[in-house]
């Protein structure tokens, strides 16, 4: 029997996913994207070449491995197409392997546009998105009046509903935004290039998972962002716009919850967070600034500066609970290497109250002060160790400490940027039957 595990982001996104989807693919038959769209960023290094993924699964770069994109994800025809050319010239024949739901909504030319004017509205109370109209493709799929990718099929009524969509939408951008309007040809021009593609790839993938799950194949659910960017779950208002946690599987996939074995919470040994928001651990110090620099912490969609802070307990009990995390992949310890001491959050306090978990509003959340347990650091390198028994002493013991608070088991440690930069705690997954579907 294989296994269906899902990995996904445990803190403010950033964790390291790519990788670790990587990694386990090694034994997985179908890696499926449920969530987000391109403004996630999954950055692989295999033998020192770097690819970032935005739109397609990480386990695209396994020959043979299968890949799907749910509904619930926002697709980008001209994103998705231009992932593909560049796969293809590093020899990687993505549109062979790539299945799409025809229930995906298409994120197009007015919801970028929508997405600036927005943010470029809000001033200093942004949510510092990544500009790639994820949220308005989001708003138009709950409004009911999305394009989805099944659209694309009749050209005709495609135009048609476009044109609607428009008028409403320009309105909004001129004299709301007094931005500049969106035509029809601009959408085409996003659209046509991708548009065979697309179709070509259409599938149910409701049906093809049950088919692979039926034959036994190990099936990876692979989150975008973090637990704390889920727009029921996360720091609201300074959310994106999916459910980035566990339960997003079900419902963006078609996937039932009870057909999952696993789900693996990928968090860093510190925190980070790009964009606006609460962070109660973020380290405005030289500290905060050997983190950003030493854990290349610059986003890999938007190249801004990411956010750093001590770990959080507090952020990991919420991301427990919400995503019944089993197991842990703890990555970039390494970046820790060189500090005296390490700060681990253990509580808030708020208005003279020690508190355990994120509080509802970014009011109060803002007006949190993080309680620290101080650590001693281990000043010397575990670059690249695979063996836990190599780790310095000190280094097992933050590991030890985080575990415990965190109250969930540590199956994977990354040590470095490298598939082969890991130490494996617990074997995740063993060989899947080797099936496929047409
Ligand atoms: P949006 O998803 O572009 O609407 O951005 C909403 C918030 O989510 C912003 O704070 C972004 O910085 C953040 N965000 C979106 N995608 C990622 C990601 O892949 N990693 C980290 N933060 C992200």
Redesign the pocket.
């Known amino acids: 029997m294989g296994k269906s595990i899902v990995i996904l982001g445990s803190q ?3 964790e390291g996913k790519g990788k670790m989807v990587d990694l386990l693919t090694e034994k997985a038959q179908a890696v499926v994207r449920f969530q987000g769209g391109h ?3 999954h950055t692989l290094v295999i033998n020192g070449q770097k690819t970032v993924l935005h739109l397609i699964p990480s386990g695209i770069l396994h020959e043979g491995v299968q890949c799907f994109i749910g509904q619930g994800v926002v697709v980008s025809p001209k994103a998705l197409l231009e992932e593909i050319n560049s796969l293809a010239k590093q020899g990687v024949e993505a549109a062979q392997r790539l299945k799409i739901s025809p229930a995906a909504t298409l994120v197009l030319p007015y919801h970028v546009a929508l997405d600036k004017a927005n943010e470029a509205r809000k001033g200093r109370q942004a ?4 500009g ?1 109209g ?2 308005p493709a989001y708003e138009d799929k709950v409004a009911r009046r999305s394009l989805r990718v099944c659209d694309l099929i009749d050209l005709n009524t495609f135009k048609e509903r476009c044109e609607h969509i428009l008028q409403y939408h320009n309105a909004v951008l001129k004299h709301y935004y007094e931005a500049e309007p969106v035509t029809l040809n601009m959408v085409l021009e996003d659209i046509m290039p991708a548009r065979e593609t697309l179709l070509s790839m259409m599938s149910d993938i409701r049906v093809d998972l049950q088919t692979l799950r039926q034959n036994g194949a190990n099936i990876i659910f692979e989150g ?3 637990a704390l ?1 889920d727009i029921d779950h996360g720091t609201y208002p ?4 999916s459910n980035t946690t566990a339960g997003g599987v079900a419902t963006g996939s078609g996937f039932g919850p009870l057909y999952l074995d696993e789900v693996v919470g990928v968090t860093k040994a510190y925190c980070t967070r ?4 609460p962070f109660p651990t973020e380290l405005l110090d030289e500290v905060g600034q050997f983190l950003g620099k030493k854990g290349q912490e610059f986003g890999a ?1 938007t190249g801004r500066a990411r956010r750093c802070g001590w770990f959080d307990v507090c952020v990991m009990r919420r991301s427990v609970e919400v995503n019944s995390l089993s197991s842990l992949a703890i990555t970039k310890l390494d970046v820790l290497d060189e500090l005296d001491e390490l700060k681990i959050c253990t509580h808030y306090k708020l208005k003279g109250d020690k508190i355990s978990h994120p509080p509802v509003t970014h009011e109060e959340y803002s007006a949190c002060e993080p309680v620290y347990e101080v650590m001693p650091g281990w000043k010397s390198s575990t670059l690249g160790i695979t063996q836990e028994a190599d780790l310095p002493e000190n280094a097992r013991r933050y590991l030890a400490r985080l575990e415990a608070l965190v109250g969930v088991p540590i199956a994977l440690i990354s040590t470095g940027a490298e598939r082969e930069h890991t130490i494996e705690l617990k074997k995740i997954l063993n060989e899947g039957a080797n099936t496929k579907v047409a």
């Open positions: 403010w996104g950033d403004n996630a960023g949510i510092g998105t990544t790639r994820i949220g975008a962002q973090g960017l300074y959310v994106t716009s790009v964009g606006g928001g969609t």
